[in-house]
């Protein structure tokens, strides 16, 4: 696995299963922001590992895979929080996080400073939105205002 996606966090990284052949598959890590997408074969043992751990639904998917190697694989869905739902949110913005595979306000709150530095200031506002939303929605205060 190479050196930029193994220090990638899960949040900043997406997982894909796509099956080539028969009885042959792989794993793509799409990073975020920026980087190339990298694939690497179902045999890989630690792609196979990292997919385990921090991508079960996509795991899950390998796993029927291999029960049926002829069966349509279906990649997993975002589920989550609509991003229409945050303050300030833009159509334009919007198409920015889709081009980008982040759909949920969950996902952008997930991101790390790293991948909201690649995407520049509008993501670093984006994501304190996002976490002030779901803090909201806890009903969670902050315990102290900064700035």
Aim: net charge neutral.
């Amino acid at each position: 696995m190479t050196i930029e996606i193994q220090n990638l966090r899960s949040t900043d990284v997406r997982c894909e299963f796509e099956p080539i052949s028969d009885g042959v598959a792989q794993f793509w890590f799409k990073p975020l922001m920026g980087g190339d997408d990298v694939a690497y074969k179902h045999t890989d043992e630690d792609a196979l590992k990292r997919v385990q751990t921090e991508f079960p639904k996509v795991f899950q998917i390998y796993l029927k895979w291999q029960e049926d190697p002829n069966k349509k694989v279906r990649q997993p869905k975002s589920h989550g929080t609509g991003l229409s739902l945050l303050e300030g949110m833009t159509a334009r913005k919007m198409k920015t996080l889709n081009y980008k595979d982040i759909h949920t306000i969950e996902e952008l709150a997930g991101l790390s400073d790293a991948t909201c530095n690649k995407g520049g200031t509008d993501f670093m506002t984006m994501r304190k939105n996002a976490r002030k939303y779901l803090a909201d929605l806890a009903g969670h205060e902050p315990k102290q205002v900064v700035g």
